[in-house]
C-alpha cells in the first residue's frame, strides 16, 4: 500500500514553503494523437503543418453530415503499445485493454521512459478525461440491462486512472480530474500543487480521451463541427475537428531532479482556474473568465503579462470560442501582444486530452523557440484581435513564457503558465 | 467548515418510501443521517435543468440550501467561491439518455442540447451559473474516494490562499436507466452533500463560528481490507495529531458481492461533521470494499479550536 497522509490546511503560503527544491519542473514528455505517436512525431507534425484530419474509420458516418475526424491510427497505436513492453502490471495483454487505457498508457509510458523513471518512482499519478473508459460499454449502456450491470459497475465504479496506473504498476493514489475540455491542464495543476507543497516528488500528469461516436454525434448535432478542417481563428471559420489522444507530463521537484542529475525541460511556475458561470455550453461572450484564469495563472506564476511570449490557445475553431479567448488575451495583455495559436488546427480537438497535448507542445514551442504557427489561417477574424505566427514566424523575439488554455463546457476554465528551465 | 447542507431527492423514484426511516432502511443507510438531509421529491424549476439531470438538480438544490444558511452580506465574491465535487456517477444517466437518443431518433435528428449536460462537469457548471460561483470549478470522478478527495483538494485550495471560499462535496445521480445499467435492486435517486470550507481567520474575518475543521486526509491504494482501512484511519490520524482511538469513525464497509452503494459515503460524511460539530473527534471513511482492487481514503474532521478547550 502506498498512501498520502497530509494535514489539510498546512499548506498556509506555497512560496514560503516552496522554495526552489519544491519548484515543479517537467523531466518528460509523452504524447500520442492523431499525426503519429511520440513527442517527435507531435513537433515534426507542428513544424511541417500535417494534419491528422482523415475520413473517419472507426463508424459509418454516411447518414451524418460530417465524415472526417483526427483518429489515431490503429497500427500507429498497437506500435506505441507495444512500445511497453511485457504485459500490464493488471493482466492480460496491453491490446486487450480499452481504447483510451491504450491511449494513456502509451503516452504515460513514453514519459516515464523519458525521464528515466520506473512506476513505483512516482508518488502520484493524475489524468484528465471527458469519458475514461466509458464508452467502450456503449452498447451495455443502451440496452440499460440489468444482468449486464456487473461490467457497467466494474467501469463506472472504477476510476480511471486508476485503471490506467495499475495497467502500468504504479500503485501510488491516482486521480481523475474530470472536467471535460479543460480536464488534462486541471491534471498537470493538480500534479503541479502536490510538488509545490511537497507532497510528493514525482507525478506523472496527462490527460486521454478516445475518438467515440458520441462525442461525434454530440458536436455535429450543435453545429461546431467543421466538415473538412479547422481553422482557428479564421474568417468563415466552421468550426472545431474531433480528435483523440493522449499526452502526459512528469512532474518532479526541482530537489528531486537535480539529486538525480536530470536536466529540466522546463518549470510549471503557475496556474489559474475559474468559472463563467455564463452559459452550459457557450463561453461568456467577453472571455471574462477565461481572462480571469489567464491573470491568475499570471500572479500564481510571479509573471508580468510581458514575459509572456506565445499563448497555447484553446483555440477550437469555433466563432464563439475564438472570439471570446481572442478578446480575453486583450484584456489581459493589453498594449503587448504575444503570439497565439491553437494545435486543434492538426490535431483536432481530443477533448481531455487536449491540453495535455498542448502543453507538451508549448513546452517543445519553447525548448526550440519556435512559435506554433497558426496553421490553416486564411485571412483572420476581425473580431479575433491577436497576433497570429505564421509558419515563417521563427526566433524573430526569443520568449520565455508560455499560457497553455483550455477551456471548457460548464464554463470551465484554466491556464497553465509555463517557462523555460 | 463553516456549513454544509444535503439533499436526497426521490423524485424519479416511483418505489421509494418517503418516511425517512423506511428510505433509511431501504438504502440500507443510518436513520440520523438521512434525518439529517432534506428529502425529497423536489418539485422546483431550475432553468435548463429537467428530471433527467438528476446531478445538477441535487447539487443546485444543496448548494442553494448551503448559502441559505449563509451570511450572504459576508460571503466572499463570485469570483472568490470555488466549487470541488467528486462524483462517482457523474453524467451516467444523461450519458445513457443521449445515447439511446441517438439510437432512437438518429444521429442526425438528437435533440443538440442534451449534449453538453453529458460530461461529468456539467452538474457543477450548472450550479456555478446559478448560485454564481465564479472561482475554480473542479469535478473528481475518483471512483470511491471521490467525496474526500474532492475535499481534500478544495482545503488544499483555500489553505493555500488561492479561493477564498470553496463549496466542496459529493453528488451522485442514479435514475432508473443508469441504475438499472448497473445492477441496482433498490430505489432510484440522486443525493449531494457540501461543505463550506475557508480559513479560520477568513471565517472570523465574516464573523461566522466554524462546524469542524478538516484536520487531516489520507489515502490508500489497494486498501480492499479492514486491515487497510484501520491502516488509512490511524494515518489520518497521526497526520491531525489525534490519538485514532479518541475518533468516531463513520464507515460502511460494502459487502461481499455488492454492486451499487454510491451514496452512503455522502451520509457518513454529514455523520462525522455532526459529531465533529457536537465537539466529538470524527472521521469517515471512503472505498474499502470487499473484493475490490480500488483505493479507500480517511478523513479527520475535529471539533472547532473554542470547543475543544
New interface residues.
Partial sequence: MSDRAAPVGEHHSRREQAGDQHLPVITGLGAISSVGVGVDALWDAIDHGRSGAREVRSFDTSAMRNHVGCEVDDQDLERAVDQLGGAPASGGSWHDLPRASRLACAAAGEAMRAAGLEAADLDAFCLGTTTGNLLEIEDDLVVADPSRGDRVASVIHDNFAQAVARALGVTAPATTVATSCSAGNIALSQAADLVRQGQAERVVAGGADAFSRFAFVGFARMRAMATERCSPFSEGRQGMMLGEGSAFLVLESAGSAAARGVEPLAVVRGYGLSCDAHHIATPQPAGRGAAAAMTRALADADLPPEAVGYVCAHGTGTMANDIAESKACRAVFGEHRPYVSSLKALLGHSLGAASALEAVASILSLRHQRYIPAWHLTTRDERCDVDLPTAETVVDRPFRAVLNNALAFGGNNSCVALTRA | MTGWAGVLDQTLADDAPHEPAALAAALDLPDRAVEAFALGPFDVRIP?VNQRTLGAKVLILALARLLEHADSDTLPP??RR??VVG????A?GE??H???Q??EI???L???GL????????P???A??RH??????????????SLP?AL??A??M?????EEIAFAGAFEALGP??G??????RPALAASVLFALE?AAGAAARGVRPLA???????????ATDG?RE??VN??A????APAAALEVRSTPGAAGE??REERVLFDAAEALLAASDGRPAAFTAGFEHG????GAAVVLAPPADSEA
Fill in positions: 435548463l463570485a469570483e470555488a466549487l462524483t462517482r456517477t457523474a451516467l450519458t445513457i443521449f445515447l439511446q441517438v439510437d438518429g444521429p442526425t438528437v435533440n443538440p449534449f453538453p449536460f453529458t460530461v461529468m462537469n456539467a457543477a457548471g450548472m456555478a451559473i454564481a460561483c465564479q472561482g475554480a470549478n473542479v469535478t473528481l470522478n475518483n471512483g470511491a474516494t478527495d481534500a483538494s482545503a488544499d483555500v489553505a493555500a490562499g488561492r436507466a443508469a438499472a445499467s448497473v445492477g441496482r435492486d480559513t475543521e478538516l484536520r487531516a486526509y489520507t489515502r490508500g491504494e489497494l486498501a487497510a491502516e488509512v494515518a489520518a497521526e497526520a491531525s495529531s454492486r451499487t475490490a482492487a480500488g483505493s
